[in-house]
Protein backbone atom coordinates (compact mmCIF):
# COMPACT_ATOMS: atom_id res chain seq x y z
CA UNK A 1 0.00 0.00 0.00
CA UNK A 2 1.52 3.24 -0.94
CA UNK A 3 1.04 5.63 2.04
CA UNK A 4 1.89 9.40 1.41
CA UNK A 5 5.13 9.52 1.61
CA UNK A 6 6.28 6.68 -0.23
CA UNK A 7 4.02 8.34 -2.92
CA UNK A 8 6.00 11.36 -2.53
CA UNK A 9 9.44 9.46 -3.06
CA UNK A 10 7.50 8.34 -6.82
CA UNK A 11 7.41 12.13 -7.29
CA UNK A 12 11.33 12.20 -7.18
CA UNK A 13 11.64 10.11 -10.51
CA UNK A 14 9.58 12.79 -12.34
CA UNK A 15 10.88 15.30 -14.54
CA UNK A 16 11.13 18.71 -12.08
CA UNK A 17 8.48 21.02 -12.97
CA UNK A 18 5.89 17.90 -13.33
CA UNK A 19 7.27 16.64 -10.09
CA UNK A 20 6.75 20.57 -8.17
CA UNK A 21 3.39 20.18 -9.86
CA UNK A 22 2.32 17.36 -8.26
CA UNK A 23 4.36 17.70 -5.03
CA UNK A 24 2.06 20.63 -3.70
CA UNK A 25 -0.92 18.72 -3.54
CA UNK A 26 0.65 15.77 -1.91
CA UNK A 27 2.35 18.12 0.69
CA UNK A 28 1.20 17.18 4.03
CA UNK A 29 -0.16 20.54 5.65
CA UNK A 30 0.91 22.23 8.51
CA UNK A 31 -1.57 22.32 12.05
CA UNK A 32 -0.69 24.81 14.18
CA UNK A 33 3.10 24.60 13.41
CA UNK A 34 3.27 20.93 13.83
CA UNK A 35 3.85 19.08 10.33
CA UNK A 36 1.36 16.05 10.20
CA UNK A 37 4.28 14.18 8.12
CA UNK A 38 5.97 13.05 10.62
CA UNK A 39 3.84 9.73 11.97
CA UNK A 40 3.65 6.44 11.12
CA UNK A 41 4.57 7.30 7.58
CA UNK A 42 7.66 9.02 8.02
CA UNK A 43 8.72 5.35 10.05
CA UNK A 44 8.71 3.63 6.44
CA UNK A 45 12.25 5.42 5.48
CA UNK A 46 15.46 4.12 6.67
CA UNK A 47 16.76 6.63 8.90
CA UNK A 48 19.97 8.65 7.40
CA UNK A 49 23.10 9.64 8.74
CA UNK A 50 24.53 12.72 6.46
CA UNK A 51 28.77 12.71 6.93
CA UNK A 52 29.64 16.60 5.94
CA UNK A 53 32.50 17.93 4.20
CA UNK A 54 35.58 18.88 5.54
CA UNK A 55 34.81 22.74 7.03
CA UNK A 56 30.96 22.27 7.50
CA UNK A 57 31.55 20.77 11.27
CA UNK A 58 31.43 23.34 14.47
CA UNK A 59 34.39 22.69 16.84
CA UNK A 60 33.90 24.38 20.33
CA UNK A 61 36.71 24.57 22.75
CA UNK A 62 37.71 26.06 26.28
CA UNK A 63 40.65 26.95 27.48
CA UNK A 64 42.01 25.66 30.86
CA UNK A 65 44.82 27.00 32.88
CA UNK A 66 47.35 24.45 31.14
CA UNK A 67 47.18 26.41 28.08
CA UNK A 68 50.45 28.61 27.69
CA UNK A 69 49.24 31.19 24.71
CA UNK A 70 52.25 32.39 22.38
CA UNK A 71 50.82 35.80 22.54
CA UNK A 72 48.82 37.07 25.96
CA UNK A 73 45.43 38.00 24.12
CA UNK A 74 45.08 34.42 22.83
CA UNK A 75 44.46 33.51 26.55
CA UNK A 76 41.76 36.60 26.91
CA UNK A 77 39.08 32.96 27.15
CA UNK A 78 40.82 30.81 29.86
CA UNK A 79 38.66 29.52 32.23
CA UNK A 80 35.89 31.15 30.38
CA UNK A 81 33.89 27.91 29.27
CA UNK A 82 33.35 26.49 25.99
CA UNK A 83 33.34 29.23 22.94
CA UNK A 84 32.55 28.68 19.07
CA UNK A 85 36.22 28.01 17.68
CA UNK A 86 36.01 27.26 14.16
CA UNK A 87 32.28 27.91 13.65
CA UNK A 88 31.27 31.42 12.25
CA UNK A 89 34.53 32.19 10.30
CA UNK A 90 33.77 35.71 9.46
CA UNK A 91 34.09 36.26 13.65
CA UNK A 92 37.54 35.92 13.40
CA UNK A 93 38.38 38.43 11.57
CA UNK A 94 35.98 40.93 13.36
CA UNK A 95 37.60 39.64 16.38
CA UNK A 96 40.87 39.72 15.14
CA UNK A 97 41.24 36.33 16.35
CA UNK A 98 43.32 34.44 13.39
CA UNK A 99 46.63 34.24 15.01
CA UNK A 100 44.94 32.29 18.16
CA UNK A 101 42.66 30.70 16.20
CA UNK A 102 45.50 29.37 14.16
CA UNK A 103 47.03 28.37 17.44
CA UNK A 104 44.35 26.68 19.28
CA UNK A 105 43.48 25.04 16.68
CA UNK A 106 47.15 23.10 16.06
CA UNK A 107 47.54 19.89 17.14
CA UNK A 108 50.26 17.84 18.41
CA UNK A 109 51.58 14.76 17.13
CA UNK A 110 52.72 12.65 20.53
CA UNK A 111 55.12 9.75 19.78
CA UNK A 112 54.69 7.60 22.57
CA UNK A 113 50.69 6.94 21.92
CA UNK A 114 51.42 7.21 18.10
CA UNK A 115 48.41 9.31 18.07
CA UNK A 116 47.61 12.94 17.74
CA UNK A 117 46.34 15.67 20.24
CA UNK A 118 44.93 19.08 21.11
CA UNK A 119 47.31 21.66 21.73
CA UNK A 120 48.32 21.96 25.55
CA UNK A 121 45.33 23.42 27.20
CA UNK A 122 42.93 23.65 24.68
CA UNK A 123 39.92 20.89 24.99
CA UNK A 124 37.43 21.02 21.93
CA UNK A 125 34.03 19.13 21.46
CA UNK A 126 32.31 19.02 17.72
CA UNK A 127 29.23 20.84 17.99
CA UNK A 128 25.79 19.94 17.31
CA UNK A 129 26.46 16.21 16.83
CA UNK A 130 22.95 14.59 15.40
CA UNK A 131 21.76 17.45 13.52
CA UNK A 132 21.73 17.78 10.02
CA UNK A 133 20.57 21.51 10.33
CA UNK A 134 23.59 21.70 12.28
CA UNK A 135 26.07 21.76 9.57
CA UNK A 136 26.95 25.08 8.13
CA UNK A 137 29.26 26.23 5.45
CA UNK A 138 31.96 28.36 6.88
CA UNK A 139 32.97 29.51 3.28
CA UNK A 140 30.35 32.79 2.03
CA UNK A 141 30.91 32.16 -1.36
CA UNK A 142 30.43 28.73 -1.01
CA UNK A 143 26.95 28.63 1.37
CA UNK A 144 26.14 25.42 -0.09
CA UNK A 145 29.05 23.08 0.40
CA UNK A 146 27.54 21.53 3.37
CA UNK A 147 24.84 19.12 2.08
CA UNK A 148 22.05 21.76 2.75
CA UNK A 149 20.42 20.89 -0.81
CA UNK A 150 20.48 17.32 0.07
CA UNK A 151 18.94 17.88 3.19
CA UNK A 152 16.58 20.11 1.63
CA UNK A 153 15.22 17.02 -0.66
CA UNK A 154 15.95 14.62 1.86
CA UNK A 155 13.18 16.69 3.91
CA UNK A 156 10.75 16.95 0.75
CA UNK A 157 10.84 13.06 0.71
CA UNK A 158 9.58 13.05 4.61
CA UNK A 159 12.64 13.08 6.10
CA UNK A 160 12.97 14.88 9.39
CA UNK A 161 15.94 16.19 11.09
CA UNK A 162 17.01 14.90 14.32
CA UNK A 163 14.29 12.00 14.13
CA UNK A 164 14.92 9.70 11.47
CA UNK A 165 17.72 12.24 9.65
CA UNK A 166 20.70 12.87 11.32
CA UNK A 167 24.08 15.44 10.86
CA UNK A 168 26.98 13.72 11.83
CA UNK A 169 29.70 16.37 12.08
CA UNK A 170 33.11 15.13 13.00
CA UNK A 171 36.44 16.56 13.95
CA UNK A 172 37.85 17.28 10.92
CA UNK A 173 41.45 17.78 12.17
CA UNK A 174 42.07 14.16 12.97
CA UNK A 175 42.25 11.69 10.39
CA UNK A 176 39.83 8.72 10.64
CA UNK A 177 41.57 5.22 11.25
CA UNK A 178 41.47 2.17 9.50
CA UNK A 179 40.64 -0.30 11.79
CA UNK A 180 43.23 -1.39 14.20
CA UNK A 181 44.71 1.77 14.38
CA UNK A 182 44.84 4.26 17.74
CA UNK A 183 42.79 7.36 17.64
CA UNK A 184 41.36 8.55 21.01
CA UNK A 185 39.42 11.13 19.13
CA UNK A 186 37.58 8.50 16.58
CA UNK A 187 37.25 6.00 19.29
CA UNK A 188 34.69 8.43 21.01
CA UNK A 189 33.44 9.78 17.87
CA UNK A 190 32.37 6.39 16.18
CA UNK A 191 30.86 5.10 19.76
CA UNK A 192 28.38 7.93 19.68
CA UNK A 193 27.91 7.41 16.10
CA UNK A 194 27.05 3.46 16.77
CA UNK A 195 24.82 5.05 19.28
CA UNK A 196 23.18 7.22 17.14
CA UNK A 197 22.67 4.55 14.69
CA UNK A 198 21.15 2.15 17.23
CA UNK A 199 18.63 4.71 18.74
CA UNK A 200 16.87 5.46 15.25
CA UNK A 201 17.01 2.20 14.00
CA UNK A 202 15.37 0.61 17.20
CA UNK A 203 12.90 3.81 16.54
CA UNK A 204 12.14 3.46 13.07
CA UNK A 205 12.50 -0.33 13.03
CA UNK A 206 15.02 -0.16 9.83
CA UNK A 207 18.42 -0.39 9.91
CA UNK A 208 20.17 2.93 9.04
CA UNK A 209 21.59 4.86 5.50
CA UNK A 210 25.10 5.89 6.04
CA UNK A 211 25.76 8.62 3.42
CA UNK A 212 29.15 10.81 3.29
CA UNK A 213 30.39 13.95 1.22
CA UNK A 214 33.91 14.32 0.37
CA UNK A 215 36.11 14.03 3.58
CA UNK A 216 32.61 13.10 5.07
CA UNK A 217 33.02 10.15 2.44
CA UNK A 218 36.25 9.01 4.07
CA UNK A 219 34.99 9.23 7.87
CA UNK A 220 31.82 7.51 6.82
CA UNK A 221 33.71 4.48 5.45
CA UNK A 222 35.85 4.23 8.05
CA UNK A 223 33.19 4.27 10.59
CA UNK A 224 31.62 1.46 8.80
CA UNK A 225 34.58 -0.89 8.86
CA UNK A 226 35.33 -0.07 12.39
CA UNK A 227 32.45 -1.61 13.19
CA UNK A 228 32.10 -5.10 14.07
CA UNK A 229 30.42 -7.26 10.96
CA UNK A 230 27.60 -8.60 12.99
CA UNK A 231 26.60 -4.91 14.26
CA UNK A 232 26.65 -3.71 10.45
CA UNK A 233 24.63 -6.53 9.59
CA UNK A 234 22.38 -5.39 12.25
CA UNK A 235 22.09 -2.10 11.70
CA UNK A 236 23.41 -0.64 8.11
CA UNK A 237 21.02 -1.26 5.02
CA UNK A 238 23.36 1.16 2.80
CA UNK A 239 26.35 3.13 2.31
CA UNK A 240 26.35 6.37 -0.22
CA UNK A 241 30.11 7.48 -0.66
CA UNK A 242 30.10 10.67 -2.49
CA UNK A 243 32.89 12.21 -3.80
CA UNK A 244 34.83 10.42 -1.03
CA UNK A 245 38.33 11.44 -0.47
CA UNK A 246 39.42 7.74 0.01
CA UNK A 247 42.91 5.72 0.06
CA UNK A 248 44.12 5.89 -3.31
CA UNK A 249 44.74 9.09 -2.32
CA UNK A 250 44.79 11.97 -4.72
CA UNK A 251 47.21 14.88 -5.58
CA UNK A 252 45.39 18.06 -3.99
CA UNK A 253 45.97 16.84 -0.76
CA UNK A 254 49.78 17.11 -1.71
CA UNK A 255 49.05 20.87 -2.91
CA UNK A 256 47.56 21.26 0.26
CA UNK A 257 50.18 20.10 1.97
CA UNK A 258 53.53 21.79 0.36
CA UNK A 259 51.41 25.32 -0.45
CA UNK A 260 48.71 25.33 2.27
CA UNK A 261 45.15 24.89 2.32
CA UNK A 262 42.86 25.50 -0.36
CA UNK A 263 38.93 25.78 -0.67
CA UNK A 264 38.92 23.17 2.28
CA UNK A 265 39.55 25.41 5.11
CA UNK A 266 38.09 28.93 4.86
CA UNK A 267 39.48 31.66 7.22
CA UNK A 268 38.91 35.84 6.09
CA UNK A 269 42.47 37.55 5.24
CA UNK A 270 44.33 34.43 5.59
CA UNK A 271 46.47 33.09 2.72
CA UNK A 272 46.76 29.25 2.09
CA UNK A 273 50.47 29.94 3.38
CA UNK A 274 49.61 31.84 6.53
CA UNK A 275 47.47 28.90 7.19
CA UNK A 276 50.21 26.33 6.15
CA UNK A 277 52.07 25.71 9.84
CA UNK A 278 48.36 24.88 11.38
CA UNK A 279 47.73 22.70 8.69
CA UNK A 280 50.69 20.81 8.86
CA UNK A 281 50.09 20.34 12.64
CA UNK A 282 46.55 18.40 11.30
CA UNK A 283 46.98 15.03 11.39
CA UNK A 284 44.57 15.15 7.83
CA UNK A 285 47.09 17.09 5.71
CA UNK A 286 49.20 14.15 5.69
CA UNK A 287 46.28 12.18 4.56
CA UNK A 288 44.98 10.90 1.62
CA UNK A 289 48.66 11.05 -0.38
CA UNK A 290 48.82 9.70 -3.41
CA UNK A 291 49.10 5.56 -2.93
CA UNK A 292 52.20 4.40 -5.01
CA UNK A 293 49.91 1.28 -5.88
CA UNK A 294 47.83 2.96 -7.90
CA UNK A 295 49.92 6.76 -8.98
CA UNK A 296 53.25 4.57 -9.75
CA UNK A 297 56.27 6.13 -10.21
CA UNK A 298 54.97 9.42 -12.52
CA UNK A 299 56.35 12.12 -11.12
CA UNK A 300 53.49 14.14 -9.12
CA UNK A 301 55.83 17.08 -7.82
CA UNK A 302 58.44 18.51 -10.34
CA UNK A 303 61.36 20.48 -9.87
CA UNK A 304 63.99 21.44 -12.17
CA UNK A 305 66.65 19.45 -9.59
CA UNK A 306 64.11 16.39 -9.02
CA UNK A 307 60.96 14.62 -9.43
CA UNK A 308 59.07 13.42 -6.56
CA UNK A 309 56.38 10.14 -7.17
CA UNK A 310 53.92 8.65 -4.93
CA UNK A 311 57.32 6.47 -4.12
CA UNK A 312 59.50 9.47 -2.68
CA UNK A 313 56.78 11.56 -0.25
CA UNK A 314 59.63 11.07 2.93
CA UNK A 315 62.39 12.73 0.37
CA UNK A 316 59.51 15.10 -0.44
CA UNK A 317 58.16 15.96 3.11
CA UNK A 318 62.18 16.75 4.22
CA UNK A 319 62.76 19.22 0.67
CA UNK A 320 59.46 21.05 1.96
CA UNK A 321 60.81 21.52 5.43
CA UNK A 322 58.88 19.43 7.42
CA UNK A 323 60.65 16.28 8.60
CA UNK A 324 58.09 16.65 11.68
CA UNK A 325 55.79 14.81 9.25
CA UNK A 326 58.25 12.11 9.18
CA UNK A 327 57.14 9.66 12.39
CA UNK A 328 53.77 10.23 11.42
CA UNK A 329 53.57 9.38 8.15
CA UNK A 330 55.74 6.54 8.05
CA UNK A 331 53.34 5.54 11.30
CA UNK A 332 49.86 5.90 10.86
CA UNK A 333 49.40 7.55 7.19
CA UNK A 334 51.80 4.40 5.15
CA UNK A 335 49.14 1.79 6.63
CA UNK A 336 46.51 3.53 5.43
CA UNK A 337 47.73 4.46 1.35
CA UNK A 338 47.41 0.82 0.64
CA UNK A 339 44.33 -0.60 3.11
CA UNK A 340 41.31 -1.39 0.35
CA UNK A 341 39.26 -3.20 2.65
CA UNK A 342 35.69 -3.98 1.42
CA UNK A 343 32.73 -2.36 3.95
CA UNK A 344 30.73 -5.48 3.36
CA UNK A 345 27.52 -3.58 2.93
CA UNK A 346 25.78 -2.29 0.30
CA UNK A 347 27.90 0.30 -1.29
CA UNK A 348 27.23 2.94 -3.94
CA UNK A 349 30.10 5.30 -4.33
CA UNK A 350 28.77 8.48 -6.36
CA UNK A 351 31.51 10.27 -8.67
CA UNK A 352 31.70 13.37 -10.74
CA UNK A 353 34.40 12.71 -13.61
CA UNK A 354 35.50 14.83 -16.82
CA UNK A 355 36.93 17.71 -14.73
CA UNK A 356 40.31 19.29 -14.88
CA UNK A 357 42.17 17.70 -11.73
CA UNK A 358 45.55 18.78 -11.01
CA UNK A 359 47.62 15.32 -11.58
CA UNK A 360 51.36 17.19 -11.45
CA UNK A 361 52.48 20.13 -9.33
CA UNK A 362 55.49 22.29 -11.04
CA UNK A 363 57.12 24.19 -8.84
CA UNK A 364 60.42 24.34 -11.17
CA UNK A 365 62.79 26.58 -9.30
CA UNK A 366 62.32 24.24 -5.81
CA UNK A 367 60.69 27.18 -4.34
CA UNK A 368 57.49 25.56 -2.37
CA UNK A 369 56.10 28.95 -1.15
CA UNK A 370 55.24 29.90 -4.58
CA UNK A 371 51.83 28.55 -6.10
CA UNK A 372 52.34 25.78 -7.84
CA UNK A 373 51.56 25.51 -12.14
CA UNK A 374 49.57 22.46 -12.42
CA UNK A 375 49.15 19.53 -15.08
CA UNK A 376 45.67 18.59 -14.92
CA UNK A 377 44.06 15.23 -15.76
CA UNK A 378 40.69 13.64 -15.73
CA UNK A 379 38.90 13.70 -12.06
CA UNK A 380 36.08 15.40 -10.29
CA UNK A 381 38.32 19.01 -10.03
CA UNK A 382 39.60 17.27 -6.07
CA UNK A 383 39.84 13.33 -6.67
CA UNK A 384 41.86 11.77 -9.83
CA UNK A 385 39.66 9.42 -11.73
CA UNK A 386 42.57 6.80 -11.87
CA UNK A 387 41.80 7.17 -7.97
CA UNK A 388 38.15 6.03 -8.29
CA UNK A 389 38.85 3.44 -10.53
CA UNK A 390 41.48 2.03 -8.43
CA UNK A 391 38.69 2.15 -5.52
CA UNK A 392 36.08 0.27 -8.04
CA UNK A 393 38.74 -1.75 -9.17
CA UNK A 394 38.75 -3.52 -5.32
CA UNK A 395 35.33 -2.81 -3.95
CA UNK A 396 34.54 -5.29 -7.23
CA UNK A 397 37.28 -7.96 -7.03
CA UNK A 398 36.35 -8.29 -2.76
CA UNK A 399 34.87 -11.82 -2.51
CA UNK A 400 32.85 -9.70 0.64
CA UNK A 401 31.89 -7.12 -1.55
CA UNK A 402 30.24 -8.94 -4.13
CA UNK A 403 27.00 -8.14 -5.54
CA UNK A 404 26.77 -5.28 -3.14
CA UNK A 405 28.84 -2.21 -4.77
CA UNK A 406 27.15 0.14 -7.47
CA UNK A 407 29.69 2.87 -9.11
CA UNK A 408 28.12 5.46 -10.49
CA UNK A 409 30.13 8.13 -12.75
CA UNK A 410 28.31 11.40 -13.45
CA UNK A 411 29.89 13.27 -16.10
CA UNK A 412 31.06 17.25 -15.62
CA UNK A 413 29.76 17.14 -12.07
CA UNK A 414 32.61 18.26 -9.77
CA UNK A 415 33.38 17.18 -6.84
CA UNK A 416 30.86 19.84 -4.90
CA UNK A 417 28.64 19.99 -7.60
CA UNK A 418 27.72 16.34 -7.32
CA UNK A 419 25.17 18.11 -5.03
CA UNK A 420 24.44 21.13 -5.80
CA UNK A 421 23.51 20.81 -9.57
CA UNK A 422 20.26 19.74 -9.83
CA UNK A 423 20.46 17.19 -12.18
CA UNK A 424 23.25 15.42 -10.44
CA UNK A 425 21.57 15.49 -7.09
CA UNK A 426 18.56 14.16 -8.21
CA UNK A 427 20.36 11.10 -9.44
CA UNK A 428 21.89 10.63 -5.76
CA UNK A 429 18.70 11.31 -4.75
CA UNK A 430 17.25 8.30 -7.07
CA UNK A 431 19.44 6.21 -5.91
CA UNK A 432 18.19 6.91 -2.18
CA UNK A 433 15.01 6.23 -3.46
CA UNK A 434 15.77 3.18 -4.85
CA UNK A 435 17.26 1.53 -1.52
CA UNK A 436 14.15 2.41 0.18
CA UNK A 437 11.61 1.13 -1.60
CA UNK A 438 13.42 -1.98 -2.61
CA UNK A 439 13.38 -2.80 0.93
CA UNK A 440 10.33 -1.53 1.89
C1 LIG B 1 28.62 35.39 11.36
O1 LIG B 1 29.02 36.55 12.06
C2 LIG B 1 28.81 37.76 11.38
C3 LIG B 1 29.39 38.88 12.23
O2 LIG B 1 30.70 38.58 12.60
C4 LIG B 1 27.31 37.92 11.11
O3 LIG B 1 27.09 39.08 10.35
C5 LIG B 1 26.79 36.70 10.35
O4 LIG B 1 25.39 36.76 10.21
C6 LIG B 1 27.14 35.41 11.06
N1 LIG B 1 26.77 34.29 10.24
C7 LIG B 1 26.16 33.20 10.73
C8 LIG B 1 25.91 32.09 9.76
O5 LIG B 1 25.85 33.08 11.88
C1 LIG C 1 60.70 15.20 -14.24
O1 LIG C 1 59.54 14.80 -14.94
C2 LIG C 1 59.33 15.48 -16.16
C3 LIG C 1 57.94 15.11 -16.67
O2 LIG C 1 57.72 13.73 -16.62
C4 LIG C 1 60.46 15.14 -17.11
O3 LIG C 1 60.28 15.81 -18.33
C5 LIG C 1 61.79 15.57 -16.48
O4 LIG C 1 62.86 15.15 -17.27
C6 LIG C 1 61.95 14.98 -15.08
N1 LIG C 1 63.06 15.64 -14.43
C7 LIG C 1 63.98 14.99 -13.73
C8 LIG C 1 65.02 15.84 -13.08
O5 LIG C 1 64.00 13.78 -13.61
Known sequence: MASIPLLRLLLLLLPLPLREHLWSSHRPKDVAGVSVGVGAGAGELHPIFVVPGASCSNLEARLTEAYRPSVPSC?????????GLWDNSSDLSTYHYNECFEEQMSLVYDPVSNDYRNFPGVETRVAKFGLARGLHSKNPSHPDWCLEKLIGALEEMGYHDGDNMHGVPYDVRYAAPIPGQVSQVYSRHFKEFMELVETAS???????IILGHSLGGMVALEFVRNTPLAWRNRYIEHLFLISPTISPGFVVSVRNLVSGPQDILYVPDATALSLRPMWRSFEI???NFPSPEVFGHEPIVITKQRNYSAYDFEDLLAAIGFSDGFEPFRRRMAARMNYFEAPMVSLTCINGVGNRTPRQLVYWDGNFDEPAQTVFDDGDDTINLISMLAFDEEMRRQPGQKGRFKSIKLDKASHGSVLTDEWALRRVMQE?????RNSS
Not at 75 to 83: E, Q
Not at 202 to 208: I, L, V
Request: net charge positive.
Open 75 to 83: GALKGKGWF
Open 285 to 287: SID
Open 432 to 436: ILEVN
Open 202 to 208: KKHHKKA
